[in-house]
């Protein structure tokens, strides 16, 4: 028997699939998700749930954590696995102390439940003679915009936290490496900023409860340029990395600095790993380091 998966029956079905303590099945002909009856089911209107068991769980936590890049929250959560007993209370556990992880945490969670579903709905599309529906769930921005501000740079309310973000950043420049390499590593980063002074200008992000959680700082260059800004900070707090803020950060920037007027945007040094980010933004690489035409098409 047909029947439309819509998204109110998707999250019951989600649901179910997650509850290890009974079984349940979906009835076709009332739409919905009932305890599966002892004896012999209907097979036109009674069909079995996709398969979702603890191991599917923490294969799911493993491959969450493995990816995640907000550092101190994945370790905590990498040591939670492999303690034994009681995993998934504990990671629920890290998580509270994490909100923006956590969050991201349901999303992924919710992608992957969703992808197990769609391939069980495409099973029984094909054999009602039916075309499959896309299995494509866009990864998008709306956890960042709804859990985060980006606005321009106020000096009253962002100076402190910038300077105290920027020490961080610092330290773990000096953390990066043993010795004299540590201290270079650090000074090479303090040289390259240009500091926030009375005429800096750039953008922040912040939590919904006002937490700072990153920045990114312009300046005109050379002093007098009316139409060409260099980067002169770029930093996520430690706590909130991994969750896609650079990116919103940059992205957020470009539209500022495009309505404004800026045309050429003029990167020194970034971290390797966030140059792929760069070449997406329409960026390109020379020998000063990375260049943006905000007035071509983005």
């Known amino acids: 028997m047909v029947f439309d998966l819509t998204d109110a029956l998707a999250h019951d079905i989600m649901f179910a699939m997650e509850n290890q303590e009974a079984d349940f099945v979906l009835d076709a002909r009332s739409g919905s998700v009932v305890p599966a009856a002892g004896e012999a089911a209907d097979e036109e209107t009674v069909y079995t749930l996709p398969t979702w068991d603890s191991r599917d769980g923490y294969r799911m936590l493993e ?3 493995s990816d995640l890049h907000a550092p101190r929250a994945r370790q905590e959560l990498k040591d939670a696995l492999i303690a034994g007993r009681g995993v998934f ?4 556990t890290i998580f509270k102390r994490y909100p923006e992880v956590e969050r991201k945490w349901h999303f992924y969670k919710e992608k992957q439940l969703r992808f197990r579903l769609m391939e069980w709905y495409n099973v029984l599309r094909e054999s009602w003679g039916l075309e499959v529906l896309s299995e494509d769930f866009d990864d998008s921005n709306d956890l960042i915009e709804e859990d985060f501000v980006f606005r321009a740079y106020n000096p009253a309310q962002d100076r402190d936290c910038v300077a105290l973000g920027a020490d961080a950043v610092l330290a773990e420049c000096r953390e990066s490496a043993e010795g004299e390499l540590g201290q270079a590593f650090a000074e090479l980063w303090r ?19 006002d937490e700072f959680a990153g920045c990114l700082m312009v300046a005109p260059f050379p002093s007098c340029a009316k139409k060409t800004v260099v980067l002169t900070r770029f930093f996520v707090n430690q706590n909130y990395r991994g969750l896609g803020i650079a990116r919103a950060l940059l992205s957020f920037c470009l539209s500022q600095l495009r309505s404004h007027g800026i045309r050429w945007f003029i990167i020194t040094r970034i971290p390797q790993i966030l140059e792929p980010m760069l070449i997406r933004s329409g960026f390109e690489k020379n020998d000063v380091g990375f260049v943006a035409d905000l007035y071509e098409e983005s």
């Open 89 to 92: 209370r504990n990671c629920k």
């Open 191 to 209: 040289r390259s900023d240009f500091g926030t002074g009375g005429d800096a200008r750039g953008f922040v992000c912040r939590t919904l409860t």
């Open 63 to 65: 491959s969450f954590v």
